[in-house]
């Protein structure tokens, strides 16, 4: 790699992790191809990505943003997964398929500038899925009105009964 390629690298990569919410650093060491093109299809469907750079090539990338907390990371045989919205899915993917292959170790991440670990990766792996969240809490925020209209429709419904019970004891009487 000549200098203009290695500075046209580190360009891209400084754009990557411009625009990225979350950035994880992993150990790819004694995966095999395929198991490394699997894993990068499954993160390409939940819309991230992983790049496998020189470690000197990703200490410029990340230099005046806010994963330089990152640099830590970058020894040894190193790949950076990124993703630009949803920073659940990639920490589910990683850590699921870590799990199944010994061989990829997560060192750990950076997301919106705050300097994560292993175990609070594991932890965000755990959280549902946005949508998930999303439609629990449109089911907490319609149990408030369909509570307060269920209350509102007791009232009448109970004076109903009455005079139910009422005109039924009434035919009962004659």
């Known amino acids: 790699m000549n200098r203009e390629q290695k500075a046209a690298e580190v ?8 625009k990225a919410k979350i950035a994880i650093a992993t150990d790819y060491r004694g995966l095999t191809v395929a198991d490394f093109q ?7 469907k939940n819309n991230a990505e992983i790049r496998v750079a020189k470690n000197t090539l990703l200490k410029r990338a990340v230099h005046d943003t806010s994963f330089e907390q990152l640099q830590e990371h970058f020894t040894g045989t190193t790949a950076v997964t990124v993703s630009y919205d949803d920073p659940v899915s990639p920490a589910k993917v990683l850590a699921a398929f ?13 997301l919106d500038g705050k300097s994560l670990t292993v175990d609070d990766l594991k932890a965000l792996s755990k959280l549902p899925s946005r949508e998930v969240m999303l439609a629990q809490l449109l089911s907490v925020m319609q149990a408030v009105p369909t509570g307060f209209v269920r209350v509102l429709n007791a009232v009448p419904q109970s004076m109903v009964f009455a005079l139910q ?9 004659n």
């Open 165 to 173: 019970a009422i005109k039924d004891k009434k035919e009962q009487e």
């Open 38 to 44: 699997e894993l990068r299809i499954e993160l390409r």
């Open 98 to 110: 870590a799990k199944d292959h010994d061989e990829l170790v997560i060192r750990g991440g950076v």
């Open 11 to 18: 360009d891209d990569l400084n754009g990557r992790f411009a």
